[in-house]
């Protein structure tokens, strides 16, 4: 019996000091964004900073737009969330629940086009947003962003409305409900924690993506989001390091918030993508 | 008598099905508009793209047939950008998997203690902006970065981590096994959570030790959804981008040039001046059916070796 019990210290302090290195970066981001640019470069190992500054954290988020980047991350992410949510929501109840003339085609389709990269379809998806004449827009990046298959959604959400009994269904029909209050008025709401997890996942996704913002944003700064917008700074300014990892935490530090406090349906979702 | 009344209910259940029908492919709006126009028609249009002589600043594109297709295979940086994806991918994806593995074998089998805290804490660089992390990291290895001042405090001499080729490429791969591992470690604790605790427990019983009880019986086991995290595993290595761009740019002097990079400095940033789109779109679809490929290749052998399986 204690024999085991020392294995098991042995594991867990492995384990502890491989998880200080794991998590050693984003501890440097923080403690580098409170130094100043002296202590940053007298004392770099240094992790506790000697004093809070916040003036890194005013410098980015004034001076270098990161207020507006901010904010642009928002928009874009709750805009995207919103579509994606109600498109996959909809498509995943008929998928799941109706014999329909194509369904098998078109999730064919949709299936095939899974390992296709976005480096592929960027430049189209470029161009068709200037043909629409919103190309450099948050409209035009909120529309590209929102595009694609999401595959891993539709499985989660029909097989979820494929999950309800049928009796749901013929007693809405009894009181009177059509083919689409059954929807909104049964079904949807039903479906809570599959809603949970997908608005975890594209929230993630999408406050994350770089390459269709990096193009959408080119020409016009105004419209950059965050994951862009700490590129263009480090591109323009390579001595200001502090404000730089003040950037960074302003970039990350919201969305492993949002992680930790809904990990299990990102986990969950993460999960199920692989079983199916 | 009889058969009219049949008439009129095949009449009546036709005309429900047309409804149900339509019904459908209302709903099926919204997802259908957002896959033709932002993911379906791209890929055809890439294709036709990639047949034009075009800088993407003026309409006037020249069809220029396979021309691109032709200078393609004669570029060398083209060449060199996909062998960096393949090196990359090749590299990353056993560190990937095993440590990605481990770690879940661990957290699931070995220790219950504090398992969804170290579970947090390796999944916690998967959900933070790749992007950020490339510009961190680029810090974290710099000339005056940490791991050069943590060298220098063993007596050891700084290394120029992203400035000479070999380092960079080693560097990346780490960040991106870092990046990446708790993603795998996510498929392959789903995949370990399908083996019924009664196993353990009669491998247990038979004597068998713990790697015994790993290889010998958990192994087999989830060894067919094994085979599709590594195919996931694979192509996800091949379409490397955001890393690379911000933390090496692709240099130096193109040693972490890779297809997605290359594509991209063609089509957006090219150093020589004006950009070539209709070139780029050639090399993004000679490397998008590279990838589509390894995909049909790997379910392929996966096919045939679960076919074996249970025969």
């Known amino acids: 019996m204690k024999k085991i019990s020392v294995g098991k210290i042995v594991i867990y302090l492995v384990l502890a000091v491989i998880a200080f290195i794991w998590v050693y970066p984003f501890l440097w981001m923080v403690s580098a964004s409170f130094k100043t640019q002296s202590e940053f470069f007298g004392s770099g190992l240094n992790l506790i900073p000697q004093a809070f500054h916040f003036d890194n954290f005013i410098r980015a988020w004034n001076n270098a737009n990161f207020g507006v980047y901010f904010k642009n991350t928002i928009i874009v992410t709750i805009s995207v969330v919103a579509i994606v949510l109600m498109s996959t929501s909809l498509a995943g109840y008929v998928i799941g629940r109706y014999a329909f003339i194509g369904k098998k085609v078109i999730l064919g389709i949709f299936m095939a086009s899974i390992t296709i990269p976005l480096v592929f379809t960027v430049i189209p998806v470029y161009e068709l947003l200037k043909e629409l004449g919103l190309e450099q827009s948050l409209i035009g990046l909120i529309l590209a962003e929102s595009g694609g298959g999401h595959v891993i959604f539709l499985m989660l959400f029909s097989s979820f409305y494929a999950s309800i009994p049928n009796e749901m269904e013929e007693a809405a029909t009894i009181d009177g409900c059509g083919f689409f209050q059954t929807y909104a008025k049964i079904m949807f709401p039903l479906a809570k924690p599959i809603m949970v997890t997908v608005v975890t996942m594209q929230s993630i996704w999408t406050w994350n993506s770089f390459l269709l913002p990096l193009i959408v944003t080119l020409n016009n700064p105004e419209i950059r989001t965050l994951a862009v917008g700490l590129y263009a700074l480090r591109g323009e300014n390579v001595v200001d390091w502090t404000g730089i990892a003040a950037g960074a935490c302003i970039a990350i530090v919201p969305i492993v918030i949002l992680f930790v406090s809904l990990q299990k349906y990102f986990v969950d979702g993460i999960a199920g993508a692989v079983k199916s | ?311």
Do not use: H
């Open chain 2, 1 to 311: 008598m009889k058969a009219k009344a049949s008439g009129t209910t095949s009449v009546l259940k036709r005309q429900r099905l047309r409804k149900i029908n339509i019904w459908c492919w209302v709903f099926m709006i919204p997802a259908v508009l957002l896959y033709v126009l932002f993911l379906g028609y791209p890929i055809l249009s890439s294709v036709f793209y990639s047949t034009l002589d075009w800088s993407g600043m003026t309409s006037n594109a020249v069809f220029a047939g396979l021309d691109n297709f032709r200078e393609l295979f004669g570029d060398k940086y083209f060449f060199n950008a996909v062998g960096n994806s393949f090196k990359y991918m090749v590299i990353c994806v056993p560190f990937l998997l095993t440590i990605s593995l481990a770690l879940a074998y661990l957290f699931n089998s070995i220790i219950k203690k504090g398992a969804a805290v170290f579970r947090t804490v390796f999944f916690m660089p998967v959900v933070t902006t790749t992007s950020i992390v490339g510009i961190i990291m680029m810090f974290i290895f710099g000339g005056t970065g940490s791991v050069n001042q943590m060298l220098g405090l063993f007596g050891m001499k700084p290394v120029n981590w992203l400035g000479s080729g070999d380092y960079a490429m080693i560097v990346v791969v780490i960040v991106g096994v870092w990046k990446d591992v708790g993603t795998y470690m996510i498929y392959w604790l789903a995949a370990l959570q399908s083996v019924s605790q009664d196993l353990y427990e009669a491998a247990m019983i038979d004597g068998a030790n713990r790697w015994q009880t790993f290889s010998k019986i958990v192994l087999p086991i989830i060894m067919p959804i094994g085979g599709t995290i590594a195919i996931l595993c694979i192509i996800s290595s091949l379409k490397v981008f955001d890393l690379i761009q911000t933390m090496t740019n692709g240099g130096p002097f193109f040693a972490t040039d890779v297809a997605a990079t290359f594509v991209y400095r063609t089509a957006y940033s090219s150093a020589t001046g004006t950009p070539r789109l209709g070139y780029a779109s050639s090399a993004a679809v000679t490397f998008g059916a590279i990838i589509v490929a390894m995909g049909i290749i790997g379910n392929t052998i996966k096919g045939i070796l679960s076919k074996r399986r249970t025969v």
